[in-house]
């Protein structure tokens, strides 16, 4: 007799196909405060019940309410309040995707030469069954990398189906910007770098010219950034990922579990376990 259910169902963590953090569910109760957090990918936040407060520079003091969504670029600072009871879906992503070169086209040309400005946008009915419905599925852990490529597809296509150029458009305007600047090449190419003179290479720069660009830009130099965004996202890993320490520690170019240690120690002044267990759930 046929299983109703497949046996990889049970275990999908196990698969190499898995695909977790794509997207999120999350909840909060009232008055919780989530501080400022750089975004490592570009994020939409789908608000399915509640109010919340955020603050950043693409949507400052602005009030989300129940069936509204924002996108927050990579490389951008945000920060929530939760003012009544949270339900929300997010969505990670690192670049847009075209279902319809035409209007993807139309899209850019629109933006061209517009300042982005804060877009709050409405959750239309077919949008909300489609959130729904991947509420349903997170909740079950149903995260499938070839259902999760169909349902990323399905969101672009009711998107691109629903919602206009203009609309889009600004919707995705901090993306288009980023994408012309050289802050979203460091923010997208920084983890693939080793130190400042393979930095430079990657982006075709001289290093006297990417020392100075990144300076202008960032306002410090290049290498006390790049040890700054690796203390960073070191500590993201280990306090809002499932990744084993052993990964987290390979990830890094640490040569031993007991390098990786002492390193934690010396800046975070806890081990990486004990960090991990102080971990706080965060948007």
């Known amino acids: 007799m046929f299983e109703e259910r497949c046996n990889k169902y049970t275990d999908c963590?196990?698969?190499?196909?898995?695909r977790k953090g794509i997207f999120k569910f999350r909840s909060f109760p009232r008055g919780i405060f989530l501080p400022k957090e750089r975004c490592s990918q570009n994020i939409m936040y789908f608000i399915l019940k509640g109010e919340v407060w955020v603050n950043s520079n693409e949507h400052p003091d602005t009030i989300l309410r129940e069936g509204q969504f924002i996108l927050q670029p990579v490389g951008s600072s945000v920060e929530f309040r939760i003012h009544t009871p949270v339900e929300s879906v997010l969505y990670l992503f690192d670049r847009l995707q075209n279902v319809c070169d035409s209007r993807f086209q139309a899209g850019l040309s629109f933006v061209e030469g517009v300042t982005p400005a804060s877009s709050v946008m409405k959750t239309c009915a077919f949008l909300r069954h489609y959130l729904e419905g991947m509420k349903l599925l997170l909740n079950d852990d149903l995260l499938c990398a070839g259902l999760i490529q169909a349902k990323q597809t399905e969101l672009f296509y009711l998107l691109n189906s629903y919602y206009t150029i203009k609309d889009l458009s600004a919707f995705y305007s901090?993306?288009?910007s980023h994408g012309r600047s050289f802050h979203y090449f460091v923010m997208n190419n920084y983890q693939q770098a080793k130190d400042v003179e393979a930095f430079a290479q990657?982006?075709?720069?001289?290093v006297p010219t990417f020392r100075r660009l990144f300076k202008e830009t960032f306002d410090e130099p290049v290498y006390q950034w790049m040890l700054k965004q690796k203390k960073l996202d070191i500590f993201n890993d280990i306090t809002t990922t499932d990744m084993s320490i052993t990964d987290i520690s390979t990830k890094h170019g640490f040569e031993s579990l007991a390098n990786f240690s002492h390193f934690c120690r010396s800046n975070f002044g806890k081990s990486p376990r004990a960090l991990r267990a102080d971990n706080v759930t965060t948007f």
């Open 13 to 18: 963590a196990s698969c190499g196909q898995f």
């Open 174 to 176: 901090p993306i288009y």
């Open 202 to 206: 990657l982006g075709g720069y001289t």
